[in-house]
């Protein structure tokens, strides 16, 4: 029976890029030492971006998987046999995620919490990121699938249920509406010792309504992870945020009104290309108003295939 790799790796920064290039060549070499045919397959958003350029570079890979395709695999390994020293390709242009619908979950966290992800993709093009790219556009799950999921944790003993996606705020707008309200009052009708908690949830997207749903169930814990990226408003409208420092505010003092004991978590973009010293020490004045609970700060990364490099670099 031969030998089968399948690698995993990154590709959202071409600074990790670099280091996975030869650690994908460095399975190929090991795999050549072993004196047995091998099978060497990439996998994830790596392949996403530079499928053609892997190919080309990399010739002892016998097939590359897309960042949705791992229900594939099976059937790729198994053509990879039926076809030796051809390379294949499982790389689909425009993402979609009905895998999350069909497939059973493996718990790979500690026995007491798991993630759930409600959603795969974002479509908000913001002009620094490139998931569009990799992930696709938004692809939310139904709610049916999600609850029973919860459902199916929480009598295995599972007590913290993190709620993610790349836009937990946006999830549904890409079936015509926002879902994320009907979502927590669907999680809320199940019974049990549970808690749950949002991440990433966006301020322009995170609704009044999201806002009672949360608070009306005390399983729902007033953490709330939102990154902002910025406060200033020209370095917002050219980051393609479809919102304001004014309007950030206001949201703010919404949620801490309702939720007066939030502990909030963002996040924050520096060395943005149109940010100078005085929109950096505004940005520094508003994290010093101590209004985090935790904070995250992200250096600019000007990647070849986001929409700030090609238009503003």
Same mark, same amino acid.
């Given at each position: 029976? /031969?030998? *089968? $790799? !399948?690698?995993?790796?990154?590709?959202? #920064? +071409?600074? @990790?890029? %670099?280091?996975?290039?030869?650690? =994908?060549?460095?399975?190929?070499?090991?795999?050549?030492?072993?004196?047995?045919?091998?099978?060497?397959?990439?996998?994830?958003?790596?392949?996403?971006?530079?499928?053609?350029?892997?190919?080309?570079?990399?010739?002892?890979?016998?097939?590359?998987?897309?960042?949705?395709?791992?229900?594939?695999?099976?059937?790729?390994?198994?053509?990879?046999?039926?076809?030796?020293?051809?390379?294949?390709?499982?790389?689909?242009?425009?993402?979609?995620?009905?895998?999350?619908?069909?497939?059973?979950?493996?718990?790979?966290?500690?026995?007491?919490?798991?993630?759930?992800?409600?959603?795969?993709?974002?479509?908000?093009?913001?002009?620094?990121?490139?998931?569009?790219?990799?992930?696709?556009?938004? /692809?939310? *799950? $139904? !709610?049916?699938?999600?609850?029973?999921? #919860? +459902?199916? @944790?929480? %009598?295995?003993?599972?007590?913290? =249920?993190?709620?993610?996606?790349?836009?937990?705020?946006?999830?549904?707008?890409?079936?015509?509406?926002?879902?994320?309200?009907?979502?927590?009052?669907?999680?809320?009708?199940?019974?049990?010792?549970?808690?749950?908690?949002?991440?990433?949830?966006?301020?322009?997207?995170?609704?009044?309504?999201?806002?009672?749903?949360?608070?009306?169930?005390?399983?729902?814990?007033?953490?709330?992870?939102?990154?902002?990226?910025?406060?200033?408003?020209?370095?917002?409208?050219?980051?393609?945020?479809?919102?304001?420092?004014?309007?950030?505010?206001?949201?703010?003092?919404?949620?801490?009104?309702?939720?007066?004991?939030?502990?909030?978590?963002?996040?924050?973009?520096?060395?943005?290309?149109?940010?100078?010293?005085?929109?950096?020490?505004?940005?520094?004045?508003?994290?010093?108003?101590?209004?985090?609970?935790?904070?995250?700060?992200?250096?600019?990364?000007?990647?070849?295939?986001?929409?700030?490099?090609?238009?503003?670099?």
């Amino acid at each position: 029976m /031969s030998r *089968r $790799s !399948v690698v995993r790796k990154t590709g959202w #920064i +071409q600074k @990790l890029c %670099s280091t996975t290039f030869p650690k =994908i060549t460095t399975h190929s070499r090991l795999n050549q030492e072993t004196g047995r045919r091998s099978t060497l397959v990439a996998a994830g958003c790596l392949s996403q971006r530079y499928r053609e350029d892997l190919l080309q570079e990399i010739p002892e890979l016998d097939a590359l998987l897309g960042s949705q395709d791992f229900s594939e695999i099976v059937p790729l390994l198994d053509r990879v046999c039926r076809e030796p020293g051809k390379q294949l390709s499982f790389v689909q242009p425009k993402p979609h995620y009905q895998q999350f619908e069909d497939q059973e979950k493996q718990q790979s966290t500690p026995r007491h919490f798991a993630y759930v992800k409600i959603a795969e993709g974002c479509s908000n093009m913001c002009s620094f990121c490139n998931i569009p790219m990799l992930w696709g556009l938004l /692809s939310s *799950r $139904s !709610v049916p699938s999600i609850v029973n999921e #919860i +459902q199916q @944790l929480v %009598s295995r003993g599972v007590k913290e =249920i993190n709620l993610i996606s790349q836009d937990t705020s946006s999830f549904g707008r890409d079936r015509g509406q926002l879902e994320l309200a009907e979502l927590l009052r669907s999680i809320s009708a199940l019974e049990g010792d549970f808690w749950v908690r949002l991440f990433y949830c966006y301020p322009n997207t995170f609704t009044g309504d999201v806002l009672a749903a949360f608070a009306a169930d005390k399983r729902f814990y007033a953490y709330l992870n939102m990154p902002f990226q910025h406060i200033e408003d020209n370095v917002l409208r050219k980051m393609n945020h479809k919102i304001n420092r004014l309007q950030i505010e206001q949201k703010m003092r919404e949620v801490k009104r309702i939720l007066p004991e939030v502990a909030w978590r963002t996040t924050f973009i520096v060395g943005f290309l149109t940010e100078t010293e005085e929109v950096f020490e505004q940005l520094l004045e508003f994290v010093a108003a101590g209004n985090f609970t935790h904070l995250g700060v992200f250096t600019y990364s000007p990647e070849d295939n986001i929409r700030s490099f090609s238009t503003l670099g």
